[in-house]
């Protein structure tokens, strides 16, 4: 009975990529974010999302993966068709705003895939063995909490506006645009007021604040697999950059 | 043994001491319930006790309070972790965790202990509390219940002396309640202190070793088990206190004759419900409503009564089965246009920037004089132009019922009015739930309150039921079962 429960409990939910240290998550999430805007190539851009779902899709993301790569696909050939319409200003904030979003898939992708696949404890264990200092870490393990919670809480102020009639066509969220944010953003805020304090309050009498050395349930190491995976990943994006220089970052592939 | 000696407090931002003069002396391994009106000062006096007062909530404080002989106004919240346990009222945000293997374990982290005694420890708190089927759930996925338990669970793990429950009870229904009971008996026969803040303490009475009633701000009196149990009614009620027998209630119940025969009438006819590819959780459900009718909704948590609400108010669409008014079948838009819902976070319901603009928001015609009746009705109008975030839950939630009287709804629905409400504030929602209803309005209530529901109701839909599911007239007889499940 005892040995189950303690096999539940050190049971590892996340495995392969998704079992990396937090920490190595996180240095390519903002390696891939930067790199993604200074690509232009849309081979190279390809072969970045394409890599990046397999990565994910060996760690606990097979659906995440596949969802993102086909939007990505479908945003990038829309793009293309806009090259037949010419809407004088429109067809270039269209494109504009095309170009932006294909430049954030990669960035969504990975950092959603992490919120998904990071241990609330694996996160604090690292960010406290980088030795950032509580005043930091607190805000944003709440904040890492909190994201889930919002799409509830969202759903919940719109359900109540439908309810309540206000807002409740999508043409009067588009005249009333301004007023419908701001009946989303009152009661979000105030939720998040009192959430959060009562929040602050629960962690506080379970010892938060105690600035003691924190041991996860999962080992939290950085050591081979952490490494080998940064290394590559920094030379597979540098190749990228640097391809992206060659008569390869010219090629066309989106073309209606 | 806790001591508080003379013990006053004033919040910062206040000009009136909340707590004057608290003496009191809890020996260890007694239950204690401290109850009393909203705002008497419970949860300060509790605050008080697990450090959050004065390092999280500052402000002034005389006389001293002690926990084995040691003051606790030198010691910080964090050292007290391993000492004093609270469970708070809301399972939904003391959670910090996202995964409950986890929560169970936040203490322990937080306290440096190595992986293998937090490991250890969580086993033993699973064990004693039997949590195993919990383990590794997303904190999502759990209802108020079974999120209630996880958190008892993670403050066991820390194996404090003391445990505080700030109105547990609140988000439960009855069979997690009695779970709780369950759970509070074991930590008593192991010996633990336990002191409960509560307004429905009737799960209490047979555990409990004192009452203490607040009085604002200080200790009105205290009762030994057997006196509380006897309070006269009278004085019970003039205290502001609920019953400790709610079943015996079931015996005296007279029935509300709806007179009106006439009028409008809500029908629904064969309705039932599914998620996306999950198996049923309404099935051929049919009940008619006519003007002045209150009808409860009863069920186990996870029976259906939110997404009823849902279904009912247009939010969500039927699977089967269809909603007449006055004959007419209703499409969910026209379900949305016809009812209002007041929710039992009524925070997600105040939009506008004062209790006014809130009543008439979303209406298209003239109707300041209606607010200013409205407003009237509801003892709101030194409030008028009061932010609705500054009100208290009580008049937040009569602000929302005041925008549905002004939306001219014709069918109101309520989830759950009276969680964590004192007996005034219970009694005062009912009154205005009799004159909503004598108005020709068509009620629904979700409620696990058999107090409130006894006092109410004038039919109610179990949703426990087998099969066809209909609307019943309560009698003493509906009743007496219904106590019977929810208190035996």
């Known amino acids: ?256 | 043994m806790i001591t508080f000696e003379n013990f006053s407090f004033r919040y910062e931002e206040r000009d009136e001491f909340t707590l004057r003069d608290i003496n009191l002396t809890v020996q260890t391994g007694e239950l204690i319930l401290l109850t009393g009106r909203s705002g008497c000062g419970k949860t300060t006096l509790i605050r008080s006790l697990n450090g959050l007062i004065p390092h999280f909530y500052p402000g002034e404080i005389k006389g001293n309070i002690s926990l084995d002989g040691q003051s606790l106004l030198e010691l910080k919240p964090s050292e007290l972790a391993g000492k004093v346990g609270t469970v708070f009222q809301n399972p939904r945000s003391q959670f910090f965790m996202t995964d409950t293997t986890r929560e169970l374990a936040f203490g322990c982290e937080n306290m440096g202990f190595s992986r293998e005694k937090t490991i250890d420890r969580i086993v033993k708190s699973v064990t004693d509390l039997r949590l195993s089927d919990y383990l590794n759930r997303s904190i999502f996925d759990l209802s108020s219940g079974e999120k209630q338990q996880i958190a008892v669970g993670s403050v066991y793990a820390l194996l404090p002396k003391v445990y505080i429950f700030d109105e547990p009870s609140a988000n439960l229904d009855y069979d997690a309640t009695k779970r709780l009971a369950e759970i509070m008996k074991h930590l008593k026969q192991d010996g633990y202190t336990i002191l409960v803040v509560e307004h429905r303490f009737y799960y209490l009475k047979e555990l409990l070793d004192w009452a203490f009633l607040i009085q604002e701000g200080g200790i009105k009196q205290e009762f030994t088990r057997e006196q509380f149990c006897r309070i006269p009614d009278e004085m019970r009620i003039s205290y502001g206190l609920r019953t400790v027998y709610p079943e015996r209630d079931a015996r005296e119940y007279k029935a509300k004759s709806n007179v009106r025969e006439s009028g409008s009438v809500l029908k629904v006819e064969g309705l039932s419900f599914a998620y996306r590819k999950e198996p049923d959780i309404l099935r051929n459900i049919n009940f008619e409503a006519c003007e002045g009718d209150v009808i409860g909704i009863l069920g186990h948590n996870g029976a259906g009564k939110t997404t009823l609400l849902s279904i009912m108010t247009g939010l969500l669409k039927e699977k089967s089965g269809a909603v007449y008014y006055n004959g007419k079948k209703l499409s969910p838009r026209q379900r949305r246009n016809l009812s209002y819902l007041v929710m039992q976070d009524t925070d997600y319901q105040l939009f506008a920037s004062s209790v006014e603009e809130e009543l008439s928001l979303g209406i298209k015609e003239d109707c300041a004089e209606k607010v200013t009746e409205t407003l009237d009705a509801l003892e709101l109008n030194a409030y008028r132009e009061c932010h609705p975030a500054s009100l208290s839950g009580g008049q937040k939630q009569r602000v929302t019922i005041g925008a549905a009287i002004v939306k001219d709804s014709p069918v109101i629905y309520f989830d759950e009015p009276t969680s964590g409400l004192d007996y005034d504030s219970m009694v005062r929602v009912s009154r205005l739930i009799e004159q909503l209803a004598s108005a020709g309005v068509i009620i629904f209530v979700v409620s696990h309150d058999f107090e409130f529901i006894t006092r109410t109701c004038s039919e109610v839909l179990q949703l426990d039921g087998q099969d066809s599911i209909k609307n019943q007239v309560l009698t003493p007889e509906i009743l007496l079962s219904i106590s019977k499940q929810y208190f035996e």
């Open chain 1, 1 to 256: 009975m005892e040995e189950n429960i303690k096999k539940l409990i050190i049971q590892k939910q996340f495995k392969r990529t998704a079992a990396l240290d937090p920490r190595c998550k996180a240095a390519l999430l903002i390696l891939i974010g930067c790199v993604s805007y200074f690509l232009n190539g849309e081979v190279v851009s390809l072969i970045l999302v394409v890599t990046l779902a397999l990565f994910i899709a060996i760690g606990n993301g097979v659906r995440w993966a596949v969802k993102m790569l086909v939007f990505y696909i479908i945003v990038a050939y829309l793009n293309a068709l806009l090259r037949y319409v010419s809407i004088p200003v429109l067809s270039v904030i269209m494109s504009v705003f095309g170009v932006t979003i294909l430049k954030l898939v990669p960035i969504a992708m990975m950092g959603i895939w992490t919120l998904r696949t990071t241990h609330m404890d694996d996160l604090m264990v690292s960010l406290q063995r980088m030795r950032l200092p509580q005043s930091v870490t607190i805000p944003l393990v709440v904040m890492f909490r909190y994201i889930p919670t919002l799409r509830i809480e969202y759903r919940m102020i719109c359900n109540t506006m439908d309810i309540r009639g206000i807002s409740d066509t999508f043409w009067k969220r588009i005249i009333h645009s301004i007023s419908t944010v701001e009946y989303i953003l009152v009661p979000l805020l105030m939720r998040c007021l009192k959430v959060t304090d009562e929040l602050a309050a629960s962690g506080t009498t379970r010892g938060l604040e105690l600035e003691e050395k924190r041991y996860a349930l999962n080992h939290v190491r950085f050591s081979w697999p952490e490494y080998a995976v940064t290394i590559l990943g920094i030379a597979f994006l540098a190749a990228l950059l640097f391809l992206d220089y060659t008569s390869i970052g010219e090629i066309i592939i989106w073309r209606a």
